[in-house]
């Protein structure tokens, strides 16, 4: 899980999506990655509602649940209505409505989706083009596009983007530890970020150019595909109402 915290400020959120040079392409590749690849899994969320054959719409939970957030420092529980397909877009929304899930009470509810039990993958180039909501000077609240396993630390975690401190980040974080760095520049708006894990390293890749490598506990089990719109605890403004925008999710193997 996304695991340091951000402090922004709120920004206007548009609500449509640009056209996609490279989700409209014939055989898509990744961006920036070198190698020969094939798909694996896609999702480019041009339909009108989230595809459950690859997604669940909560953290963890029945279908139909509104789950606790995945960190204990967030604010925001995670409801299904706050998921939603539209305008070629994946859309998860965070609205400021006081929910209570397991006898405690979090004053956001928000939006997040994953591939437990649906997709999941050991190796390969992970990709995502995303809408990261703008705060004072960058990225606001806790947003995330990252990979987990089903043992938490021992399978590994790998973080392609996490907004931190209005900050786009990266870090892999095993039992040895969690290192990482971010990438320079403001990354709110639109922006595609990518991973290529190989065996013993994982490279990370922002809009097609390498912003950082890792090559210290690397671990191989199977991770799926997580999407999250969350916000911290510490964070004192917060943007919300807020939309975090998916243009597409690809996965490509060897």
Not at 103 to 109: A, L, M, N
Not at 142 to 147: E, I, M, R
Not at 172 to 183: I, T
Not at 199 to 216: L, R
């Amino acid at each position: 899980m996304p695991s340091q915290i951000p402090t922004t400020a709120p920004a206007t959120t548009p609500t449509s999506t640009p056209t996609s040079t490279a989700s409209s392409a014939a055989t898509p590749v990744p961006v920036g990655i070198q190698g020969s690849w094939h798909e694996v899994f896609a999702d480019e969320f041009n339909g009108t509602s989230l595809d459950t054959s690859k997604w669940n719409p909560n953290w963890l939970g029945c279908g139909t649940c509104t789950t606790p957030p995945v960190n204990s420092s967030e604010q925001d529980a995670y409801a299904p209505s706050q998921v939603s397909v539209g305008g070629g877009s994946l859309h998860l929304a965070m609205a400021q409505e006081p929910t209570t899930v397991n006898g405690k009470t979090y004053p956001y509810r928000s939006g997040l989706v994953e591939s437990s039990g649906k997709a999941q993958f050991t190796y390969g180039a992970f990709e995502a083009r995303i809408y990261l909501p703008p705060g004072s000077g960058g990225v606001a609240n806790w947003p995330a596009f990252w990979t987990d396993g089903q043992s938490w630390p021992t399978d590994g975690e790998m973080d392609v983007m996490e907004g931190l401190e209005g900050q786009a980040c990266y870090h892999f974080h095993s039992p040895s530890g969690g290192p990482g760095g971010c990438a320079s520049g403001d990354y709110s708006g639109w922006h595609t970020y990518g991973a290529d894990w190989e065996p013993g390293s994982v490279t990370y890749y922002y809009d097609g150019k390498e912003v950082g490598q890792i090559t210290t506990g690397i671990t191989s089990a199977p991770q799926y595909l997580i999407l999250n719109n969350g916000l911290n605890s510490s964070d004192a403004q917060p943007v919300a109402p807020s939309d975090m925008q998916v243009d597409y999710v690809r996965v490509w193997q060897h």
